[in-house]
């Protein structure tokens, strides 16, 4: 059985930095891309960042040059790196993948950026 799992989140204030993660268990992690999407209140979900199973990334318009995401197949776990965070950045933050044509979502991990 797949399972993701997101830790990480928390309360920032503007300008300041949080490291989620998103562990995976049941799959053969290091052959899939894997995505943080993000949903703010009364909004849809966006994805925010991608990683391939070569290491290739591709980030969201608004999150480009602050986010980072990464991998370490070894701990079956995927980063994302959050600096310069804004209030607009506020959201439940979501791990997904997909396995043929079934998308995996991890249970979400709230950020809330405010002072």
């Known amino acids: 059985q797949v399972q993701l799992v997101e830790s990480g989140g928390g309360l920032v204030q503007p300008g300041g930095s949080l490291r989620l993660s998103c562990a995976a268990a049941?799959?053969?992690?290091?052959?899939?891309?894997v995505n943080w999407y993000r949903q703010a209140p009364g909004k849809q979900r966006d994805l925010v960042a991608a990683?391939?199973?070569?290491?290739?990334?591709d980030y969201a318009d608004s999150v480009n040059g602050r986010f980072t995401i990464s991998r370490d197949n070894a701990k079956n776990t995927v980063y994302l790196q959050m600096n310069t965070l804004k209030p607009e950045d506020t959201a439940v933050y979501y791990c997904?993948?997909?396995?043929?044509?079934?998308?995996?979502w991890g249970k979400g991990t709230l950020v809330t950026v405010s002072s």
């Open positions: 990683i391939t199973s070569g290491g290739s990334t």
């Open positions: 997904n993948l997909k396995l043929g044509s079934r998308p995996y």
């Open positions: 049941g799959i053969i992690f290091r052959l899939n891309t």
